[in-house]
T-cell receptor
Framework: EPEVTQTPSHQVTQMGQEVILRCVPI?????FYWYRQILGQKVEFLVS????????KSEIFDDQFSVERPDGSNFTLKIRSTKLEDSAMYFC????????????FGPGTRLTVL | EDQVTQSPEALRLQEGESSSLNCSYT??????LFWYRQDPGKGPEFLFT???AGEEKEKERLKATLTKKESFLHITAPKPEDSATYLC??????????FGPGTRLSVLP
């Protein structure tokens, strides 16, 4: 069964460093998303991406964040200068766009900023 | 402000003891309401989508219903393997999804 994959599973970084979180969405899906979940808190929408551009973003997704689909399979989230409060689980999701509105989530990347 | 709330925050049931989880929402526009299951340290797993008031969906021991302001997830005769956090999410017009805080369900053998 097709699934969304994410790498790495756990990333530890120093405050101020740049990190890139990687996702491989389900092949043939058209919509891609990034969410974050701070430990013990709710899942928060960051950004949606369609047709090689951002379609919507939340207030959380400020100038330190960027997304890219560098090739036909990967979807990345870059955090330019990490802060302590960026520590969270980051989930990627994809949605087909032609067969229902179900998002399929990846297993997540746990980001720890020291 | 678009808001999704869930109750109760946590629920402990004995195996076989049926119950319901609630999701209430106040949003500017609704394209759909989604239920997910999340196990510790994992990503949400899709369960149901509901689009209009009166709609119901069933899957094994779970049944989801939708009214104009809330949704219920009914769990019939739960088993320990149903223990998880159940998340409700609303898709606003566009591609923005707002999640509730979840209900943490524990089913004791």
């Amino acid at each position: 069964e097709p699934e969304v994959t994410q790498t790495p599973s756990h990333q530890v970084t120093q405050m101020g460093q740049e990190v890139i979180l990687r996702c491989v969405p389900i092949s043939n899906h058209l919509y891609f998303y990034w969410y974050r979940q701070i430990l013990g808190q709710k899942v928060e929408f960051l950004v949606s991406f369609y047709n090689n551009e951002i379609s919507e973003k939340s207030e959380i997704f400020d100038d330190q964040f960027s997304v890219e689909r560098p090739d036909g399979s990967n979807f990345t989230l870059k955090i330019r200068s990490t802060k302590l409060e960026d520590s969270a689980m980051y989930f990627c999701a994809s949605l087909s766009g032609w067969a229902g509105n179900e998002q399929f989530f990846g297993p997540g990347t746990r980001l720890t900023v020291l | 402000e678009d808001q999704v709330t869930q109750s109760p925050e946590a629920l402990r049931l004995q195996e076989g003891e049926s119950s319901s989880l609630n999701c209430s929402y106040t949003v500017s526009g609704l394209r759909g309401l989604f239920w997910y299951r999340q196990d510790p340290g994992k990503g949400p797993e899709f369960l149901f989508t509901l689009y209009s008031a009166g709609e119901e969906k069933e899957k094994e021991r779970l049944k989801a219903t939708l009214t104009k302001k809330e949704s219920f997830l009914h769990i019939t005769a739960p088993k320990p393997e149903d223990s998880a956090t159940y998340l409700c999410a609303v898709q606003l017009y566009g591609q923005n999804f707002v999640f509730g805080p979840g209900t943490r369900l524990s089913v004791l053998p």
